[in-house]
């Protein structure tokens, strides 16, 4: 089993930055598909970007695209989503997960193991 811990949300402007951080322990999650997912307050989860395990595929909602960029550091174990240009519409908990199998358009379901979450808001 992989135990996951998100950290670097917070707060920040519209138009501003953030680097969230993925921690693995347990196993190599370059073994698995890894990805980052979202959930305002009264909306379902939803998938934001994800990454294959060889790195060769990714996956970016369509919200998302051109502004946020998936990535992992197998050296350190480590996913990371840089988020730019924010907006206020991206205020969220973000997530982040692995699962066993690449799918083209990932949803929650196919993937198994989850970080706790990390808020993140975005002001106006």
């Known amino acids: 089993q992989v135990q996951l811990v998100e950290s670097g949300g917070g707060l920040v402007q519209a138009g501003g930055s953030l680097r969230l951080s993925c921690a693995a322990s347990?196993?190599?999650?370059?073994?698995?598909?890894m990805g980052w997912f979202r959930q305002a307050p009264g909306k379902e989860r939803e998938s934001v970007a994800a990454?294959?395990?060889?790195?060769?595929?990714?996956y970016y909602a369509d919200s998302v695209k051109g502004r946020f960029t998936i990535s992992s550091d197998n050296a350190k174990n480590r996913m990371y989503l840089q988020m730019n240009s924010l907006k206020p519409e991206d205020t969220a908990v973000y997530y982040c997960?692995?699962?066993?199998?690449?799918?083209?358009?990932?949803?929650?379901?196919?993937?198994?193991?989850w970080g706790q979450g990390t808020q993140v808001t975005v002001s106006s």
């Open positions: 990454i294959s395990r060889n790195s060769l595929f990714t």
């Open positions: 997960a692995v699962g066993p199998v690449w799918y083209a358009n990932p949803v929650p379901n196919h993937f198994s193991s």
């Open positions: 347990g196993r190599t999650i370059s073994t698995y598909a």
